[in-house]
C-alpha cells in the first residue's frame, strides 16, 4: 500500500468523526460508488485518463453524485483524489477506510484457518473466543487449508496463535531434536 493512502484514509475518518456523520451511511455511499467503479472500466478509463481536464472529471463526478446521493464529505473526498491524479486508487483508500473505522470501533480482523468446514454454531462459538483471546470484537474471515490436519490457526494483524495439529507436531520435533 502506498503511503499517500493512508493518509486519505485517516483524513477522511477525522472529518468522518468530526463531523459526527453516520460512518455506516458513509460506508454504504462508498460501496454504492465502488460498486459503479468496479463495475464500468469506461468510467475508470475515464477518471485516469491525464487528458481529461481535473473540472471535467469533476463535473461528471457531480453528475454522477445526482444518482448516488453522496454525502458532501464523500464527494469532496473524492474529487480530492481527483484534483490530485490518485482517483486510481479509490479502493484501495476505500480499504484502509474502512481498516481504520474498524479500529477505531474496537473491530479486529481476525484470518481462521481450520482443517475442515465449520458450520454456523462453531464458526459463531470460534469468533467469540477469538474475541476473548484478542479483547476486541472479531470480524473474522474463515479459510480451509487441510494441510493444517486439524485445530485452528488465528491470525490477528501481525499476531499468529497456531493451535492446529501441524504445529503441535512441528513444535514437538523441534522440541525433540533441539535436545
Known amino acids: ?6 493518509r486519505y484514509a485517516q483524513a477522511f475518518l477525522d472529518v468522518v468523526t468530526a463531523e459526527k456523520l453516520d460512518a455506516l451511511a458513509i460506508d454504504g455511499q462508498l460501496r454504492d460508488f465502488l460498486a459503479t467503479w468496479n463495475g464500468s472500466a469506461e468510467l475508470q478509463e475515464f477518471f485516469v485518463n491525464p487528458a481529461v481536464p481535473t473540472v471535467q472529471k469533476v ?4 453528475t454522477l453524485n445526482r444518482k448516488l446521493g453522496l454525502s458532501k464529505e464523500l464527494r469532496n473526498l473524492l474529487a480530492v483524489l481527483i ?3 490518485r482517483i486510481g486508487h479509490v479502493a484501495e ?14 473491530i479486529r480482523q481476525a484470518e481462521i484457518v481450520t482443517a475442515r468446514e465449520l458450520d454456523d454454531a462453531e464458526r459463531a462459538a470460534l469468533v467469540v473466543e477469538v474475541g476473548k483471546l484478542a479483547g476486541a470484537q472479531i470480524e473474522a474471515s474463515f479459510k480451509l487449508d487441510a494441510s493444517i490436519l486439524g485445530g485452528t490457526v488465528v491470525r ?6 497456531d493451535g492446529s495439529v501441524r504445529g503441535r507436531l512441528d513444535r514437538l520435533k523441534e522440541a525433540l531434536t533441539a535436545g
Open 1 to 6: 500500500m502506498a503511503a499517500f493512502v493512508a
Open 93 to 106: 483508500v476505500a480499504a484502509a477506510y474502512r481498516k481504520l473505522l474498524q479500529e477505531q470501533s474496537g
Open 83 to 85: 484534483d490530485n491524479d
Open 156 to 161: 490477528i494483524g501481525s499476531t499468529v496463535y
Open 59 to 62: 463535473g461528471f463526478l457531480d
